[in-house]
């Protein structure tokens, strides 16, 4: 019997034009109807997937930031684990080494030292993702984020780094290079009390080791005193992982990684054709 649904968000609970679609949309509520605990678990931070949820008129609790954050649902702050001042240098002493570009995601908000390379970056993801959309509606909806505040411009990082009053919660790493990332990957792999992942092809993901998917998921169902096995997550990338493998019903999404879909049990439909509401209504008996 299910007791709670996990779902990731980005090539999971959202479409090509990163919404949440109706039948999705119905599936969570309904779920949320039958007594089942709904959680969404993103790597985004609180304020950008708070804000999808609220325009589907989804309230649910949150993992953010890859298990960074742990928010009810009332978006208050239940937990939450972070870099420290010092690993963060380190970290981005690193990337700048090898020149790669990143952002990084902090209690305060999110930062770019670059607010023309954080719009094309992401630009290019979403084109390369959705080649059927203009490129301008794409600019559009990215430079959204800038004036909604999802995104600060500061002129250094270090000037953060210093400040005690920041938690890091996340460093996110783009290249369209494939070289660049391994080697960033195998150079922060020597730094201790890491989580290093991807969620997608382009990027990389660096968080505390505490702050996963999986490991923010069993301390909410616990509290909740419901088991990982009669869990549900739904997930499409390595950030995904560590949930997926704890839960009695994992589910990877049709576009999800081949090795993903491998160390799945279930398989779900693909993120553009409501993969995440039919795979709930199949799990609940539920005619949507």
Known sequence: ????????????????????????????????????????????????????????????????VNGAEIRNESGEIVSSIGLSGKQATAIANILN?????????????????????????????????????????????????FTKGFIQTIDDYEVIFNDPLYIFYKFIVFSREEEPLKKA????????????TSSGHDNLEINHIDAQK??????????????????????????????????GYPFAMGNAEQEIKELCKYQADLNVNDGVGKAIAQMLNANL
Request: hydrophobic share 40%; net charge negative.
């Open 97 to 145: 080494e090898i020149g790669v570009y990143f952002e990084v995601y902090t209690n305060k908000g999110k930062f770019t030292e670059d607010y023309n390379k954080s719009i094309s970056v992401i630009v290019d993801i979403y084109k390369t993702a959705n080649p059927e959309r203009p490129t301008e509606e794409i600019r559009s909806m990215v430079e959204e984020r």
């Open 214 to 247: 999986g490991i923010a998921l069993e301390t909410f169902v616990k509290e909740r005193g419901i088991d990982l096995k009669d869990t549900m997550a739904i997930g499409d990338n390595f950030n995904d992982l560590s949930m997926l493998l704890k839960v």
């Open 1 to 64: 019997m299910i007791r709670c649904i996990a779902s990731d968000m980005d090539g999971t609970l959202l479409n090509a034009r990163q919404e949440i679609s109706e039948l999705n949309r119905k599936a969570l509520l309904y779920a949320k109807e039958q007594g089942v605990e709904v959680v969404i678990a993103t790597g985004r931070s609180f304020d950008e997937a708070h804000f999808i949820l609220q325009d589907a008129g989804i309230s649910c609790p949150l993992i953010a």
């Open 185 to 196: 990957s195998k150079a922060l792999h020597e730094l201790d009390g890491l989580k290093i």
